[in-house]
């Protein structure tokens, strides 16, 4: 389910951004703030739910999905702090792939951790431009 929303907001982002790519820009430190505490609140309560159906890991797969959710609206309105989210996102899932023993799933997440870390610095870069 979250690769066809994650299908869907490239869709989007296909054609809502300008036609040379994503024009970045910066959220204020109070939405910050909300989209932290709102982020928290849903892992705190898809975690039970997720534990009611016997997932491996219920914290860090709730907050996988949740932070993966948030990171993909944040990237579709191109807001810089999409690549901090992604960053910390992909790390966590590679930690958890490698407890787990999934080990090329957790060198996928790897690589997606290495990707943000491009992303963040490339939309770092045109923020002072």
């Not at 910050?32 to 039970?48: C, E, F, K, Y």
């Not at 992303?119 to 870069?125: A, I, L, P, T, V």
Request: net charge positive; aromatic share 16%.
């Amino acid at each position: 389910m979250l690769q066809i929303i994650f299908i869907g907001a490239a869709i989007y982002g296909w054609f809502g951004w300008a036609p040379t790519g994503a024009v970045p820009g910066t959220i204020s430190t109070r939405y910050r703030i909300r989209i932290a505490i709102g982020t928290l609140v849903a892992v705190a309560v898809l975690s039970p739910v997720l534990a009611d159906i016997n997932a491996a890991a219920t914290w860090t797969d709730a907050f996988i999905l949740i932070g993966s959710l948030v990171a993909q609206l944040l990237m579709i309105y191109e807001k810089y702090e999409t690549w901090v989210l992604w960053l910390i996102v992909n790390v966590v899932a590679t930690a958890q792939y490698l407890s787990l023993g999934y080990w090329f799933t957790a060198i996928l997440y790897a690589v997606f951790a290495i990707v943000a870390i491009l992303g963040w610095k490339r939309w770092r870069d045109s923020l002072s431009h």
